[in-house]
């Protein structure tokens, strides 16, 4: 099924938006138990809120609501500057269940890609877990190529990962910062 309405991207933050994500995550409780291993909690959205990657501050954190029309159909967050300072790195992409399989991750992917061409950065990059594999079709339809390995290490979370990048090309990814 074909998604009938576009989609647009919402600045969220902690302040204005804790409980709605909480909602989102309960929905999409699927994808939690699978990262995290437990239903999601306030610390599970506190740390879709705060977690940054290394050696970076959290001013290089962004928050979005997926939205269709005035539902919020799932959440992204994104480290600015992460790898590297030209990358973006996609922290979560997480979309209510109701509203997967309609095009809407391909979409709100597509918004990314095309701020992020935006800001000048060179390429989109994120860590998928190994055992997520419908999320590795996903990425991989959408022009996510393999970077790098990331297994678990002792002192993980003992997920192995997959480090995929997507290199922008500013001629392909559109015009679409509007939205
Ligand atoms: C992965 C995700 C963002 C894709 O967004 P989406 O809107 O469902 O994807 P689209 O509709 O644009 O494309 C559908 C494709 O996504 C993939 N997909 C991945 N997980 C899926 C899911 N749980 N349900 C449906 N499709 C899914 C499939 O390859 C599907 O293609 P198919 O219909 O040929 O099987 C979304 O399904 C999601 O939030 N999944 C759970 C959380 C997750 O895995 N996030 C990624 C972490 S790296």
Redesign the pocket.
Known sequence: MNCVSEITLKTISAENDFEDVLDLAER?RD?VLLEVGHAPDRTYVQQFFEATPPDLGPECLMHFAVMQDSAIA?VICIADGYEFPEDWWLGL???D?A????????QALDLIKARAAAAGRQAVK?A?LDT?I??K??WA?EGFDLHRLAPATPDSDGHDRIVLSFRIDTEEVGHETDR
């Open positions: 999409a994808y799932g992409v997480l979309l269940p509203y997967r399989g309609r095009g809407i991750g391909k994120l998928v997520n419908r999320a079709m996903f339809r």
